[in-house]
């Protein structure tokens, strides 16, 4: 997606500040170099944390419910200052070093994994030995990431066809995930997925509310339409539960809290490698890659196709600071671990924020300072439902629909990977199975109709690593 999306509601304006703090933040972050200001920034922060929220509630709500195999469970606050920690000080890390719009915190995909697979499921590991394994998979993708850059030369390998179609599968995927969260798509009887059965309830007419009402804001081109949708939309959900005795949403949003719990940190540095002894180096080994799999591709995706529509590449397509953002990135997944709040991720909901004019590390700035106050303020971010996200949500898939344009489908042999790209994404809830099955697909055609000489030899390697992680079974 190039730097000025046409039609975009936020173009911001160039003007330089004035003041003296305001121009040494332009110089650092450089704000006006990329078209924006101040006030875009900032608001795009705030967007960006509204987006992102919901996490402070859900992981630890995902970890600690499950006894691991000494018989302990996590706490779920202490789950949930680490989640708002972690999410704070990464997201610092990422503006101020990486100078990117972008928010990280607690995956959704690694945590379900680690909870139900490594601690609940056949491994049985304790909550200690779990979190070495994050930690474990983090450290391998810091290496690769800042060594060589090994990360971002698979990133650079990749056919610009594919990662045009990468940025369009995390649109659908992102559009898919605002559907589910409203209660508009749900599992179906006999198809794959179903429209809910019957237009009914409260939740639903919020979101119908929060979509059309933000969509006018975008169609009339008003600054921060995605900001102020999701404040009337949060306002009006908060009414209406207030009027139905707060039966609307059970699980405690829209709801203004009166008390608030204090932090705890007890959960820093409870990690442990004691599940190489417990699992065996072979198997242990096989994890270790499978999650750092799931991470690396997924988080490499993620940022290219956010960075994207951020109009942060340079003319040939590439990210000129891949190694400092993917670094980072891994650092998150480390850093989780040694909180036990599972692996930190760059988070696709950051494109809401980009959607609403953030380019610059300012945004993510803003963003993490939000999340540091969620430590001791924490209930707050549950007051926004997952039915006042969702329609923005719906609504950055149409802006990064718009890259669908960049691929070449006349090319088959492009074209076809490129489709399996978008579609598997949101198909498989998975960025990194849609990156996958697109960079093997490509791989084979391209080697089966004679074109061997047009295949950067990384995507042979990503091919086979790929090849490797789908025999095994291990799905993100």
């Known amino acids: 997606m190039s730097a000025v999306i046409e039609g975009r509601s936020h173009r911001p304006s160039a003007n330089k500040p004035s003041s003296g703090t305001l121009s040494w933040l332009d110089r650092y972050f450089g704000i006006t170099k990329f078209g924006s200001n101040f006030q875009t ?34 706490a779920f606050g202490q789950v949930e200052t680490m989640t708002a920690l972690v999410a704070g000080v990464m997201t610092l890390a990422m503006g101020i070093v990486g100078k990117a719009p972008l928010g990280l915190a607690a995956g959704l995909g690694i945590n379900s994994f680690v909870a139900y697979s490594l601690v609940g499921g056949p491994a049985h590991l304790t909550w200690p030995e779990a979190m070495g394994v994050v930690v474990s998979e983090g450290i391998v993708m810091a290496v690769c990431s800042y060594v060589k850059n090994i990360r ?8 610009k066809d594919l990662k045009a179609a990468i940025s369009v599968g995390i649109g659908l995927f992102i559009g898919v995930i605002g559907l589910v969260n409203a209660g508009v798509v749900v599992k179906g009887n006999g198809t794959l997925v179903g429209l809910v059965a ?70 820093i540095g409870a990690f442990s ?47 000129p600071n891949a190694r400092t953002l993917l670094t980072i990135d891994g650092f998150a997944a480390v850093v989780g671990g040694i909180c036990s709040q599972s692996s930190g991720t760059t988070f696709v909901e950051s494109a809401a924020g980009v959607e609403a004019g953030g380019r610059t590390g300012l945004t993510a700035v803003v963003t993490g300072v939000l999340f540091l106050a969620c ?35 006349q090319n088959a042999r492009t074209g076809i990977p490129a489709l399996l790209t978008m579609i598997m994404m949101p198909l498989t809830y998975s960025i990194t199975d849609g990156v996958g099955i697109g960079m093997v697909t ?21 091919a086979c690593v790929f090849g490797w992680y789908f025999w095994r079974g291990f799905v993100a």
């Open 198 to 267: 019957q237009y009914r309830g409260w939740p639903l007419m919020i979101f119908a509310f929060g979509l059309l009402i933000t969509s006018a804001f975008v169609a009339r081109k008003m600054r921060g339409a995605l900001l102020y949708g999701i404040i009337l939309t949060t306002a009006l959900a908060t009414v209406v539960n207030a009027l139905n005795n707060n039966k609307v949403f059970t699980d405690g949003s829209a709801h203004i809290p009166t008390t608030f719990a204090a932090p705890s940190f007890h959960l």
């Open 152 to 159: 971002g030369r698979v990133l650079d390998a990749i056919p």
């Open 273 to 319: 490698f004691n599940f190489w002894n417990v699992l065996g180096v072979s198997t242990a080994i096989a994890i270790v890659l499978s999650v750092m799999l799931s991470d690396f591709f997924d988080n490499t995706g993620t940022t290219y196709g956010i960075m994207a529509s951020a109009g942060r590449l340079d003319k040939e397509g590439k990210l």
């Open 375 to 409: 430590i001791f303020l924490a209930p707050i971010a549950g007051i926004v439902p997952s039915v006042a996200t969702a329609p923005v949500l719906v609504i950055v898939a149409y802006y990064m629909l718009k890259k669908v344009k960049d691929i070449d489908l």
């Open 442 to 462: 490509y791989v084979v055609i391209s080697v089966l109709s004679g074109n061997r000489k047009d295949i950067h030899p990384a995507l042979y390697v990503v």
């Open 41 to 74: 920034e900032v608001r795009a922060g705030v967007v960006t944390w509204l987006a992102m929220c919901y996490i402070v509630v859900v992981n630890p709500s995902i970890l600690s419910g499950v006894n691991d195999s000494a018989g302990h469970m996590l």
